[in-house]
Structures are given as structure tokens and as C-alpha cells.
């Protein structure tokens, strides 16, 4: 061999081991999966891990699965194991040995709570929930519960945060420190989906909750507004025969779930109707009286609230109002 073969046949070996050794680095790097479900466990929480390699056949490879340095499971081809997490704060160290090949996880248990409120009206004492309406503004708060080694927990305000509605990341809410999402839903009616990704700023740290808010109709509901007792909110008179038992009785209706702003800027208009005709009264409140003629009878009141910003927001509602004088048919009167 003279000396030009010889160098040429190096440099053909060199350049050989320098684009073969990284590529196939690159390849197995690549192609070792971990699928850890779910991807933020909670505490004291079950957790499947699988793992996959695609550049050979793990089903005839040896495998061992350790929790903290002590061998939990092994055999051959098991790529699927389950553990348990501890509690907020713990942190367990998961190695898995493939015929040589290591691989570890680390779990650290998290809890993050998602709070949700419509900005819809609700009266004074009521005990439920102001409810989702559609194009009512709601506000999503995250409450992370992420505890350190050592038990302190991570300030929620210096964590950041990945918002997303409707499996779409809201790029403007997102960012550190803010845990509060606020969001004015379109027109159309229907539930919405709120999801959060909370970690801490070096990531070690990370936490994800999901939260369903249903859509709501408004509704009416109508009160005696007794002159003596007031409203008597014990008692709701829809689809139900009020007994005029006086000359006169004042009828309330709540307006439930319509938008704040609109109601306190009387911007709910209110259409009465005593037997589907049109009485000139506006407002939540209504006067019912007993006619002069002797009789007795049964007339129906009905109310249609609409939000006059927001025209999605639109309630109905039926009550009917009886007297008995006597014997004679008369229908109630305004």
C-alpha cells in the first residue's frame, strides 16, 4: 500500500467513528420513553410508569425496578410498574434498570385546587353557589399546595403559571405569579373547560388541575314580599297557587344568576303579563289584588326578565294567584 492509500484510508476511518458514535448516542437518547401517568401525581396517589425503548425489544430484556435504592419488582420485559406516592413533600426516587441501561424518576407529590366564581347576582344570605350564565365573567383561582424537602410550602405567589381554556393556553394570563385567570366567555352556551400548570421557577416542582364549569340558565323565582315579615324567601311561589288572603298582596321576583353590572345598573328589563296580556308595571315587584266582585278564580302572572347588554341572559317564569270570596267566577285584577 502506498503512503496515499494509507492516509486516505485514515481519514475514511476517522471521519467514521466522528459522525457514527454521535448519531447513535443521539438515536438511543431519543428513543427511550418514560410515560409517567399522571404526569403530577397528588399524594398518596397511584402511579403507573411505562417505559419503551425503540431501538430494541424490551420484551427479552431484564428489567428491575427499585423505590429509594431497594429493588421492588424484577423480570423479564416488565415495562410497566405501579407505586404509590407519599405525602405532600415526600419525594421518591424511582431507578429502572434495563439490561445495563438507567433510567430514574423522581415523584414529588402535589396538590393544586381550582376555585371558581361567577360574577352573577345571588341574594343577600342565600347558602349556594353564584352560578355560571352565559357571557357572565368568571374568575379562576389556583391554590398550589407544593411543599419542598423539607416541608416548608412554596410561596403560590412566586410560582409560575400556565392557564389554558378549553385546551387552549392563554398566553396573556399565563406567567409567574399569576394565579388568578379571568375570563369573559363568548355567546355560545356551554361548559368550559379551566386548566392550569403550576411549577416552580428552577421546574423542579410541578403540580396541574383541571376544573369544569357547567353553564347555567338564569332564573326567576317569586316571593311574598309580606309587609309585616318581608320577604319570605322560605317560601317560592313558582308553578304554585298563591292564596290572596287579603285585599292585596305585593309579589318579589329575584332575578338568580344574571350578570352583576347589568343589575346593578338597571339594565334588566322586566315584562309583566296577567293571563298572557301585557301589564304596564315594571320593576321585580308586583301588586296582586282581589277583585270587588263576590267569587273566587285563579289568574296566571308571568314575568320574562332579559339582560338588555348581555341578550343571552333571558328568564322565564309562572305563578298563579287565587281568591275565594264567594262562589262566582272573576278573574284577579291589577
Do not use: C
Not at 293571563?275 to 302572572?301: M, T
Request: zero cysteines; aromatic letters at 10%; proline letters at 5%.
Amino acid at each position: 500500500m502506498n503512503l496515499f492509500v494509507y492516509f486516505r484510508s485514515a481519514i475514511f476511518i476517522v471521519l467514521g467513528i466522528l459522525f457514527f458514535v454521535p448519531l447513535s448516542t443521539h438515536a438511543q437518547s431519543d428513543a427511550l420513553k418514560v410515560n409517567v401517568m399522571p404526569a403530577s401525581p397528588g399524594p398518596n396517589e397511584t402511579v403507573t410508569i411505562v417505559v419503551e425503548d425503540f431501538t430494541r425489544d424490551l420484551n427479552g430484556v431484564d428489567i428491575r425496578w427499585s423505590v429509594d435504592g431497594k429493588v421492588v419488582t424484577s423480570g423479564t420485559g416488565i415495562k410497566r410498574f405501579q407505586t404509590k406516592t407519599g405525602a405532600i413533600g415526600s419525594t421518591s426516587k424511582i431507578t429502572i434498570n434495563m439490561g445495563g441501561v438507567v433510567q430514574t424518576v423522581t415523584l414529588r407529590p402535589t396538590v393544586t385546587d381550582l376555585i371558581w366564581q361567577a360574577d352573577s347576582f345571588t341574594p343577600p344570605f342565600y347558602k349556594g353557589k353564584a352560578l355560571h350564565s352565559t357571557q357572565d365573567p368568571i374568575t379562576v383561582v389556583a391554590e398550589p399546595f407544593i411543599s419542598n424537602s423539607a416541608g416548608v410550602r412554596l410561596d403560590p405567589n412566586k410560582l409560575t403559571y400556565r392557564w389554558s381554556l378549553d385546551g387552549k393556553v392563554n398566553g396573556g394570563a399565563s406567567g409567574y405569579g399569576k394565579r388568578a385567570f379571568k375570563i369573559t366567555p363568548s355567546v355560545l352556551p356551554k361548559p368550559l373547560t379551566v386548566s392550569v400548570e403550576v411549577a416552580s421557577t428552577d421546574e423542579v416542582y410541578k403540580s396541574s388541575a383541571s376544573v369544569s364549569i357547567p353553564n347555567t340558565d338564569p332564573e326567576i323565582v317569586f316571593y311574598e314580599n309580606h309587609p309585616l315579615y318581608g320577604v319570605r324567601m322560605n317560601t317560592a311561589l313558582n308553578g304554585q297557587s298563591f292564596n290572596l288572603t287579603s285585599n292585596e298582596a305585593n309579589v318579589v321576583a329575584v332575578p338568580f344568576f344574571f350578570s352583576n353590572d347589568q343589575k346593578e345598573l338597571n339594565l334588566l328589563s322586566y315584562t309583566w303579563k296577567l293571563n298572557n296580556n301585557v301589564v304596564n308595571q315594571d320593576g321585580e315587584e308586583i301588586i296582586v289584588r282581589k277583585p270587588q266582585a263576590e267569587g273566587s278564580g285563579k289568574s296566571s302572572i308571568s314575568l320574562a326578565v332579559k339582560n338588555l347588554e348581555r341578550f343571552m341572559q333571558t328568564a322565564t317564569a309562572e305563578m298563579f294567584a287565587a281568591y275565594n270570596n264567594e262562589s262566582t267566577n272573576t278573574q284577579t285584577t291589577f
